[in-house]
Each structure stands twice: as C-alpha cells, then as structure tokens.
C-alpha cells in the first residue's frame, strides 16, 4: 500500500503548477475564498452539487490561496486511493495483486489528470474506494455485532462521497450486484440495506435542490458510441497497445478467478467488475433520456480495472517457474506500460491540457491596461478571468458590474442592463479606453446571439466604440476600444 500511495505522489506532484487555472478550477477558486455565508447563499441558486467541496477547499484556500493549494487536496486523496486500492487487491487476492493494481491506479494518466485538477473528482474517487474496502470488511464473517459497527461506518462513507458528487450514489448499485453474485446471507444483506437507505436519506436533500439547477448542464450532448469509447479507453489505456493488453488480463481474470480468499465472503471479480461496469452502464443509459454523461463524473468506478488486471496479470504470471521473481517482473510490466504511455501524461501537464488559460488572458490585460481604463467581458462568465487572476485587473473599472458575484449570490455577478450601459459609454471620455475580454469559443455563436443581454452589450458598445486592435490567446481575446469620435 505504500508504494503505490508514493508514486501517486510523486505523480501528482510533477508539474503539479501549469501557470494556469481553466474554467472550471476558476469556480472553485473564487467560490472557496468566500465567506461561508456567501458560499451558502451561492449554493441555493447555483452548483449545489458541489457545495460540500467548496466548505472544504475554502478552509484549504484559507491557509494558501495559489494554484498549488487548490490542487493539493485532489493530489492527496489521489494517493490515497491508490493505497485503497492495493489494501483490496491484497485483502481479496494476494500482495502482489494489491501492489500491481495500487501501480496500475497511480499510472492512469486518467488518474492523473483529475489528481492535478482543483475539483472534487479524486476526492469522490477516494470516497469510492474507501466504501468498498468497508464493504469487503463488513462483508467477512465476525463476531456478532462486530459487522454493524463497519456496515454504520460504510454507510456514512457512502453518503459522504455523494455529497461531494452525487453520481457517486451509483456505487450502491455496483456494490449490490457483488453481493448479489457472492450470494452474501440474509444477515448482510439487511445490513447493507440499512446503510444504503441511510446514504440514500442523506442525499435526498441535494438531488431535490440540484433537480432545480439543472440548466447549469444543459450543454452536456447526449452520449454515443464515440463518448463510450472515449471512456473505454480512459479506464484502460488511451493507447491501443496498453488497452490491448490490459482488456486481455481482465478476462484471464474473470474466466480463470482465483480461489476465493480465506479472509472473507467475496471474490475480487466480483468486487472489481460491477464496480467498473455498473456505475457507467447505468449513468450512460439514463444519459440518453437526461444528458449527464461526462467522463470526470464516473473516476470513482476506475479503480475496478487495475484489479481485475492485477488479477488477470497474477494468474498468468503464476504459472511461472521462479515465483519469486513474479513480484518483480509484475512492477516491471507496470512501469513499461508508464513508460510508454509517457506522452500522455507530459501532455497532462501542459497549459493547453485543459478547455482553455485564464492566466495567459488575463497576463495580455495585466501588460497593456493602465488604471483608470474600464473593461467589458463578453459573455458575463468571461468575468471568471478577473476572478481567478484579480492583480492583472487591479485599478480598471468594470462597465457592466451591477453587484459582485459574492453579494448577489452568483458564480458571475450581475450586471446593469442596456439602458445602464449605454448612459455609462456615453459618459466616456474621448480618451478612455475600454479594454473587451471576450470568450472566442462562444461569441459569435448562435447560442450568443440567443442571449439578449449579450447581444445587447455588443451593440451598445459598437453603437460607442470602435475597435483599435485586439490580442487572441488561446480560448480568449482581449480588445482595445476606444471612443468614436
């Protein structure tokens, strides 16, 4: 267990800063340097699915608050469940299973991604594999009433990683169908329900607030052939070469299983596939009546493969002659498959690894704006630049600023309407500049021109302003306007 939490480490710690928040990472960061009053009044209008995340990273962001600190927590817990996932291979098969598939883990560049990433999907993913240690521990035989001390705390687990991310709820259904499969007694099944029930109970709350959120995530498409593969390959490799091979060692697994552990009552196919198969087939088919199917939101349920890899990879291995030399030549295996997979992760570390560079747009305002000039961002979210990266926009007035985003409880802000904006442009001065932070992947779009705030905004500044000359990054570009004569 620990070697593979060590190299987890070192992993997410390499490269750990790209220069730059995305989007995404951007939400976070503004959101958690509120106060917690201001992040509640946040969570009733808007990402109440991620709200327990926020509490925790504001007392992170409360001690530092960079870059390095808002990904340090899912590099943490990346490490850990890399250890989680050792601790089961080792409990439901033998330590040298455990050791591959804690390497395999900590060598997905899938893992890795979202292990350098400042949103709550490695936590999740630890939450996930921590409930199904409990589960394999509840689930062994013991003293009577020994088993419901670990079914209470298996459920509490449960309910906790799908406050964090409620999708994770579906790691009941995965954990059911092991139970069901290792045909478990009736005493663990009245067990395991109590505890379901419980997270279920404790996660009602969320799924009746975030139902009316659900336009936050309406640009998510509906799933296809092209999305499943995607996933696919995500899990198990994303080069032909290491798929290949890591599919073949997961069904050596499930047709060849090792023997049932003495230690307890399950298997680990039984443990490991519904872990990596439930969870995805049944949010993939709800997909195709209510579009949620993202990749990220399924990281918990990774951990399945690496087992049944380990496992497949043990049986094969097994049959060698000089056993104890199979541990070695196992660890060496894993870190070919590192080594070859190599590009993959370096690219991982790059700025353009992610949907775009709020550093490097908000760097252009930070080098040419003076104080005193004013700036617009086309669209309202285009305000997340100066959020994350508020010195390079320190001394610029905000044109279209109503009430801060933390006062009018908003990821955004809320902003004056046309009539404001046009009396605010024509009080320009003939030599004020307007600096125009623009996203390039949604302006001039149709869905822009469907925004009558938006467009209102463009042609009350064009009706004022003309453009001088304009800087394009990648994701962004930032305009010089400067008053029609």
């Known amino acids: 267990m620990f070697v593979p939490a060590v190299l987890m480490l070192g992993i997410g710690l390499w490269g750990l800063d790209r220069g730059t928040m995305w989007r995404d990472e951007s939400a976070t960061f503004q959101v958690a340097r509120r106060s917690v009053p201001e992040i509640w009044h946040l969570l009733g209008d808007i990402d109440a699915v991620h709200g327990l995340y926020y509490l925790l990273m504001h007392a992170v962001l409360a001690v530092r608050a960079d870059e390095i600190a808002l990904r340090l927590p899912s590099v943490a ?128 709350p969320l799924v009746v607030v975030s139902r009316g959120q659900s336009a936050q995530v309406s640009w998510i498409r509906t799933p296809g052939p092209a999305e499943a593969e995607a996933l696919l390959r995500a899990f198990a490799g994303p080069g032909d070469l ?61 951990a399945g493969v690496p087992l049944l890899a380990a496992a497949g990879a043990d049986r094969l291995l097994g049959l060698l002659p000089w056993r104890h030399a199979v541990t070695a030549a196992g660890a060496v295996a894993v870190a070919a498959a590192f080594v070859w997979q190599l590009p993959v992760q370096d690219r991982a570390r790059l700025p353009t690894s992610r949907g775009d560079e709020l550093a490097r747009v908000a760097g252009v305002v930070g080098r040419v704006a003076r104080p005193g000039d004013a700036v617009l961002f086309l669209p309202l979210h285009e305000r997340r630049t100066a959020l994350a990266y508020p010195g390079d926009f320190a001394g610029l007035r905000d044109l279209t600023l109503k009430r801060s985003p933390a006062a009018s409880g908003t990821l955004f802000g809320q902003e004056v309407s046309a009539g404001e904006l046009r009396a605010r442009l024509a009080g320009l001065g003939p030599h004020e500049r307007v600096w125009v932070v623009r996203d390039t992947q949604t302006t001039g779009t149709r869905w822009f021109r469907a925004q009558r705030a938006e ?23 930032v305009s010089l306007c400067v008053r029609r004569e």
């Open 77 to 204: 817990a990346s490490a850990v469940t890399a250890a989680l996932v050792a601790a089961i291979g080792c409990r439901l098969a033998r330590p040298r299973v455990g050791l591959w598939a804690g390497l395999l883990y900590a060598g997905t560049p899938f893992v890795s991604h979202y292990a350098q990433e400042g949103r709550s999907y490695a936590l999740v993913a630890t939450g996930a594999a921590l409930a199904t240690w409990l589960l394999v521990r509840a689930a062994e035989a013991g003293p009577p009433g020994r088993p419901y001390g670990r079914w209470a705390g298996y459920g509490a687990v449960v309910a906790v990683t799908a406050l964090l991310h409620e999708f994770a709820i579906l790691l009941l259904a995965a954990h059911a169908l092991t139970l069901l499969v290792s045909r478990v007694p009736g005493r663990t099944w009245r067990a395991w329900g109590c505890a379901a029930a419980a997270a279920c109970l404790a996660l009602l």
């Open 242 to 302: 290491v798929l290949t091979v890591t599919l073949l060692l997961a069904v050596v697994a499930l047709l060849a299983p090792a023997p049932a552990p003495r230690t307890g009552a399950l298997r680990l196919t039984a443990v490991a596939l519904p872990l990596a198969l439930v969870p995805p087939v049944l949010l993939y088919t709800a997909a195709q009546y209510q579009p949620l199917f993202l990749d990220r939101y399924l990281l918990f349920c990774l």
């Open 455 to 477: 467009y209102a905004k463009t042609t009350e500044l064009e009706r004022f302003c003309r453009e001088a000359s304009t800087t394009y990054v990648r994701g962004g570009a």
